[in-house]
């Protein structure tokens, strides 16, 4: 298998006709408006984050073409085969009103069919930041599309489709390990259902939904008992639940293989035992000489403790020190420590989420003792400047209904999380279309109200 090609140039259209496919560093491009084009329904990856995209755009311009096919049809003139996401962008900032923002260079071209434009969309976003199940659903389409072409005697340039090793090819074309494929697979043939489901919610780790998958469908369904019933389960907690299996399966063949020899030595034993009764223990006998490990001297627990000849008992530092424990570490424990990193680092990411979306789910307007209270959030800087009484007004879009009485919350954000601090302040005036203010918005005077101002 070769390597170290363009993806970009990567599928074979041989079987079109009068088609030169030939590599080439120019290709075809046309100003299109972004209107003409129409999603693809081969896209299957999340489209998210479409504002920040927008507004990386209008700062710095388009800084990559979008890839169409002309396919007219009664959604558009122009199939999106790469840049759905910056379409989306361009479109929201022709709806604000940045005209100039729809006429869109994009790349031309060739009609193909279903497989390769599939593996080609998936090649187009083999660089992206994605969601499990956004990987989870390209391996298992990439290699639905390869399989078939690969009956079909299609070839990718780059690529031997009739070697057999397609986890290879898919490997390369996605920037991942082999055993990372092997373990997509696995949770793609195996896991059931209803840990998928939590899965593409993100509400259960990767090598979680992996060691689920090595399970039995039943083994499966005990585990997603207890998964209901706490709430969470951790990569290790799966582990625990296979590993008892072993040693009793060890332990019913040993019986078993014991069986007869135990019938034939029972009187011996019993016998030997009656003449050789064990020896009392005295006073002091169970005390042992310190392990080197007990020591201050790191020296002990050097991997070169037996060949080095400056070693101490005293020694606390040394620029030539190598862990034993981790110089010998079996690769399965190295695994395991990485998965219970990824569990710890995804559990505080989810709670951290949680209560993220929880601040940011408050309600906008309550009532109290009958003034309208408006909760609001406030930079940390801000923030300050009002609760010392140096900052008395808010210029803000009235499209709360802002009234003079009005009571404002005003909620301290840090780094894009809520702080837990709040002030409140009396609307004591409001300036609205003023000569110089843009339409819809309005200038708030306020004061401190008695008990933040204490």
Not at 10 to 30: I, M
Not at 42 to 53: C, K
Not at 197 to 207: I, Q, W
Request: with cysteine.
């Amino acid at each position: 298998m070769a390597t170290g090609f363009s993806v970009m140039d990567a599928l074979n259209k041989n079987s079109k006709a009068g088609v030169d496919e030939s590599p080439r560093a120019r290709f075809r491009t046309k100003d299109i408006s972004i209107f003409k084009m129409y999603r693809n329904k081969l896209n299957f990856y999340d489209l998210a984050d479409i504002e920040e995209l927008a507004g990386d755009i209008l700062m710095y311009g388009l800084k990559q073409n979008l890839e169409v096919v002309f396919e007219p049809n009664e959604q558009g003139e122009y199939r999106i085969v790469a840049g759905e996401r910056r379409w989306l962008a361009l479109k929201h900032l022709v709806e604000q009103g940045y005209k100039d923002f729809e006429i869109a260079t994009c790349k031309l071209t060739t009609p193909q069919d279903e497989d390769e434009e599939q593996v080609e969309i998936i090649i187009a976003n083999a660089y992206r930041t994605k969601s499990l199940k956004d990987v989870i659903e390209e391996e298992q389409r990439l290699k639905a599309c390869l399989e078939r072409m690969k009956t079909d005697g299609k070839k990718i340039k780059g690529y031997d489709l009739q070697s057999g090793r397609l986890r290879d090819v898919i490997a390369s074309m996605l920037k991942m390990s082999k055993t990372k494929i092997a373990q997509i697979e696995s949770v793609n043939n195996n896991l059931i259902p209803e840990f998928r489901e939590e899965l593409n919610n993100e509400r259960l780790t990767f090598s979680a939904a992996y060691e689920l998958s090595g399970m039995s469908p039943e083994m499966q369904q005990e585990a997603l008992a207890k998964y209901k019933e706490n709430g969470e389960l951790s990569y290790t907690e799966i582990k625990d639940m296979k590993s008892p299996q072993k040693p009793e399966q060890e332990q019913d063949a040993a019986g078993q293989q014991d069986t007869v020899s135990d019938s034939d030595t029972t009187g011996q034993q019993s016998s030997e035992n009656s003449m050789n009764p064990p020896e009392e223990k005295k006073a002091g006998d169970d005390y042992e000489t310190p392990h080197p490990e007990g020591i201050t001297s790191i020296c002990y627990s050097c991997t070169e403790y037996e060949t080095c000849n400056v070693k101490t008992g005293t020694c606390t530092s040394c620029d030539q020190y190598k862990n034993r424990a981790e110089a010998y570490k079996t690769d399965e424990q190295r695994y395991n420590e990485e998965q219970d990193a990824i569990d710890r680092e995804t559990k505080k990411k989810l709670r951290e989420q949680a209560e993220e979306e929880k601040m940011n789910n408050l309600p906008s307007d309550t009532q109290e003792n009958g003034q309208k209270v408006h909760h609001i959030k406030l930079g940390a800087t801000f923030f300050e400047e009002v609760a010392s009484g140096e900052k008395t007004f808010e210029l803000r879009k009235n499209d709360r209904g802002y009234k003079k009485g009005d009571i404002l919350e005003m909620m301290e954000f840090k780094d894009g999380k809520n702080t837990g601090r709040t002030v409140r302040v009396l609307v004591t005036y409001i300036l609205e279309e003023f000569a110089g203010l843009e339409d819809g918005y309005c200038i708030m005077a306020t004061s401190l109200m008695k008990e933040d101002a204490e």
